[in-house]
């Protein structure tokens, strides 16, 4: 598959170099140049196919040639090495759990599914491809497990000092190997613009191989649409008329399960449900996009203020606002909103959800109130005890932590920390 730029204005790029530079040379995010929907023996038989084979059937024809079958269906089968089980907690609501993965966010599969691609592309090459990416919690844990021993990649990953969790800079400073941690003197944003300044700095890139590992690059954004087939395999049996509310930041979960749309998967409707940092929310009511700084909130993950996936769904519909409002609604909601909806959830159902699967379900509640016959299903993206101090105040229960957590708790921290981006470059370059 070929992938062109959507600023337009770079050479149309194979799968494995749009894998290797992440962006296109003109700053465009890549976009596929085909979809090619699956044959309805495809969603006839689903029952009778396991993850991995739903997987390796949607994806094929986004990785092929460059990845060869038998070495594809390897990637997919190490890439879900667990479950993603739906629990239903009433006729209308359900949660599709995306958090069972190594380090208990949704992000592990697009990471994994990255990683492994990449690791094929530079087993027999020389030179070595170093996966730079900043972190604001959840994608540094899961880019650093994934990559953990990918021979030919070095990661770094640099974090705010002091505002991640206890638990997630474990996960990103705990690893050795190939995996660096930079701990930045400074914010996200902070983060975010060293980064961005090292891809444009010519006298470093002529030097070494960057690569991004977040939402923009494809093989870790296109993985994303396999979680929708997943929830479709439990559900159809019961239910018509399913609906999909993804908590949403930077807007890569979403857009993947709309590409799962475009194979012919039959999703009736699409929610985005956001915290107070809501441009899309807005932009469904005006028609005007307006990215705003980001505004932080509990559901963390999701203080976005300009999401870079946005440009893909408005492709996906040919930027017709019409369309696309037929297909997308969108919610806000505040941490007010978001802590009650977690204890409703907990009152109602027993399930203890985290904040992003609150949020969720509150896109859920507003959809079903006008939209009464659907099925909807809110992707719970993380693990509430990645959140455990708001999830243990608004429950009042102490939480077992699971294995995955357990397991980095007594690990060491291992860091450098940086102040400038002069930092960054004499560690890159060292
Ligand atoms: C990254 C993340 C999100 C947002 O996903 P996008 O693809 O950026 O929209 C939601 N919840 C959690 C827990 C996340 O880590």
Not at 48 to 69: C, G, M, N, R, W
Not at 236 to 263: E, R, T, W
Not at 350 to 374: F, I, R
């Amino acid at each position: 598959m070929n992938y062109y730029s959507l600023n337009h204005k770079a050479p149309n790029s194979t799968f494995k170099n749009a894998v290797i530079k992440g962006l296109a040379p003109d700053k465009g995010l890549y976009f596929p140049e085909s979809i090619t929907p699956l044959p309805k023996s495809f969603f006839d038989k689903i029952d009778d196919l396991s993850y991995s084979e739903i997987a390796f059937e949607a994806i094929k024809q986004f990785v092929a040639p460059e990845i060869p079958e038998d070495v594809l269906k390897t990637i997919v089968e190490e890439t879900l090495s667990f479950d993603f089980p739906v629990v239903k907690l009433n006729d209308n609501i359900s949660t599709l759990e995306l958090f069972h993965g190594p380090t208990m966010a949704f992000k592990d599969v697009g990471a994994r599914f990255m990683a492994r691609c990449l690791g094929y592309f530079n087993k027999n090459n020389d030179k070595e491809v170093t996966v730079l990416v900043a972190t604001s919690g959840d994608t540094g844990g899961a880019v650093a497990n994934g990559f953990l021993g990918v021979k030919g990649v070095n990661v770094v990953i640099l974090y705010p000092s002091g505002k991640v969790s206890e638990i997630q800079e474990k996960q990103l400073t705990t690893l050795g190997q190939n995996i660096k941690a930079l701990e930045v003197n400074g914010t996200f944003d902070d983060c975010q613009a060293m980064v961005k300044t090292a891809f444009l700095d010519e006298s470093l890139t002529s030097q070494m191989q960057l690569t991004s590992a977040n939402s923009i690059n494809v093989a870790r954004w296109l993985p994303q649409l396999f979680y929708f087939m997943f929830a479709y395999k439990q559900l159809h049996n019961q239910y018509d008329n399913i609906v999909f509310s993804v908590p949403s930041g930077n807007f890569g979960n979403i857009c993947a399960g709309m590409m799962a749309q475009k194979l012919g998967l039959p999703i009736k409707h699409f929610v985005a449900s956001n915290n107070v940092n809501n441009v899309v929310t807005r932009y469904l009511i005006s028609q005007l996009y307006e990215p705003k700084p980001s505004i932080q909130t509990i559901s963390n993950a999701m203080d976005v203020g300009a999401p870079s996936n946005f440009i893909r769904i408005q492709e996906i519909y040919k930027n017709d606002f019409v369309t696309l409002k037929e297909n997308l609604s969108s919610f806000s909601f505040t941490d007010e909103e978001t802590k009650a909806a977690m204890l409703e959830i907990f009152e109602n159902y027993n399930y203890v959800a985290d904040p992003h699967g609150a949020v969720g379900y509150l896109g859920c509640k507003s959809y079903l109130n006008e939209n009464p016959d659907a099925h909807c299903v809110f992707l719970e993206t993380a693990h509430p005890t990645k959140f455990l101090d708001v999830v243990e105040n608004v429950v009042k229960e102490e939480q077992p932590l699971p294995e995955q957590i357990q397991s980095v708790m007594g690990k060491e921290k291992e860091a450098v920390i940086v102040s400038t981006y002069q930092d960054l470059k004499d560690f890159l370059l060292n």
